[in-house]
């Protein structure tokens, strides 16, 4: 099945520095990747995603970027704020038969420093 | 949360009882999941289903049971088989065939005393 490695776990930044958060996965069957922002005690939401036919995506100050042959995607955050403090997940959708089923990462920790 | 709501948002159990997690949504989804989550930890998938009264294993499906009799509703039974059922449960909702986006709900956290 998907294996998906997630890193760093923790990363601490200052407010208004960039953020990086780097994914791998193992299945080239995999053509959905969605990153979700968790805060503490409430569950994921959706921050941006990107297809398989796509190699970046940007939505004001969050990208996304997708190198399929290396099969790594990652996600960028700029000019960063206290209230992006959060967990970040990566995720990869399987193809074929397993249609649907999405595979975390392990996540990050995201602490911005005021 | 988008429309799917989870009760109760925390459930305490005793060993050897069974619980039911309840998990709606008013999305017009045709596909339901539940994951778990452990503290530090990413979440894994218990059951998903992706058409009324059918439901296939996730990757951790051993102690728990799903049905799924209604369209909008996907309730998760932990039963007293799951050796460590102390946990952060999740349930989700993608409507398939168009995005495949899946919108969570807010989570019920469940403590086995």
């Known amino acids: 099945g998907e294996n998906v490695e997630q890193h760093p776990s923790t990363l601490s930044v200052q407010e208004g520095d960039s953020a990086v958060i780097k994914c791998t996965y193992s299945?080239?069957?995999?053509?959905?990747f969605p990153w979700y922002k968790q805060e503490l005690g409430k569950g994921p939401q959706l921050i941006i995603d990107?297809?398989?036919?796509?190699g970046e995506k940007k939505d004001q100050r969050i990208a996304v970027t997708l190198n399929k042959t290396a099969k790594h995607f990652s996600l960028h955050i700029t000019e960063t704020q206290p209230e992006d403090s959060a967990v970040y997940f990566c995720?990869?959708?399987?193809?074929?038969?397993?249609?649907?089923?999405?595979?975390f990462g392990q996540g990050t920790i995201l602490t911005v420093h005021p | 949360d988008g429309g799917i709501t989870q009760s109760p948002k925390y459930l305490f159990r005793k060993e050897g009882q069974n619980v039911t997690l309840s998990c709606e949504q008013n999305?017009?989804?045709?596909?339901m999941y539940w994951y778990r989550q452990d503290p530090g930890q990413g979440l894994r998938l218990i059951y998903y289903?992706?058409?009324?009264?059918?439901?296939q294993k996730g990757d951790i499906a051993e102690g728990y049971s799903v049905s799924r009799e209604k369209k909008e509703s996907f309730p998760l039974t932990v039963t007293s088989a799951q050796k460590n059922p102390t946990a952060f449960y999740l349930c989700?909702?993608?409507?398939?065939?168009?995005?495949?986006?899946?919108?969570f709900g807010p989570g019920t956290r469940l403590t086995v005393l």
């Open positions: 989700a909702s993608s409507s398939l065939g168009l995005t495949d986006t899946q919108y």
């Open positions: 299945d080239s069957a995999s053509n959905y």
């Open positions: 990107i297809r398989s036919n796509v």
């Open positions: 995720a990869a959708l399987a193809g074929g038969t397993s249609y649907g089923k999405l595979t």
């Open positions: 999305l017009n989804h045709d596909a």
């Open positions: 289903s992706q058409i009324v009264n059918d439901f």
